[in-house]
C-alpha cells in the first residue's frame, strides 16, 4: 500500500456487552463472525479486495487499514458500511447492529502507524461518547 494514501479505522459494536449479558456469550460470538463477515464483504464490495486489511484486535474492536480512493471519501464509505450493518438480521437478536469508528490518517503523523492508531483509537472514543453509531474522521493533509 502506498503510505501517502494510508487511513488506519478502529471500529467497535455498539452495545456488545448488552448481547453477551442478554444472550449469553455464543450469541455473542455469533454477532462478532457475522459483523465481521459482513464487514469484510462490504469493504470489498466498495473498495476492492486489495485496498484493505481488517483485523480483530480484541473483544468486539476491530482495526481496518485502508487505502484511501479518490472517487471514494471515509465518509461516504462508513456511512454505507454503517448502513450495510443495520440491515443484517441475525435470528433471536432483538437488537440492530451500529458501530462506532474513528479514523486518523498516516500522513498526518510521520507516517507513524503507532502514533496514527492512537489519534484513530481517540476518535473512536469520542464517536462513542458522543451517542454512538457514528465514525469521527480527522481531516486529511494533503500532501
Sequence with gaps: ????TLAIAVIDLD?????????????????L?????????CLTRELGENNFELYRYGGEEFVVTIKTLKEKSMEALFDIL??????????????KLSFSAG???LANHDFDPVKTFDIADKLLYVAKTSGREQT????ENIL
Excluded: P, W
Design 82 to 95: 454503517q448502513t450495510s450493518i443495520s440491515n443484517v438480521d441475525i435470528a433471536s437478536l432483538d437488537q
Design 33 to 41: 463472525v457475522t459483523f465481521s463477515q459482513h464487514l469484510h464483504q
Design 136 to 139: 469521527r474522521i480527522e481531516v
Design 103 to 105: 479514523i486518523a490518517y
Design 1 to 4: 500500500m502506498n503510505r501517502q
Design 15 to 31: 452495545y456488545f456487552k448488552t448481547v453477551n449479558d442478554q444472550h449469553g456469550h455464543s450469541m455473542g460470538n455469533q454477532v
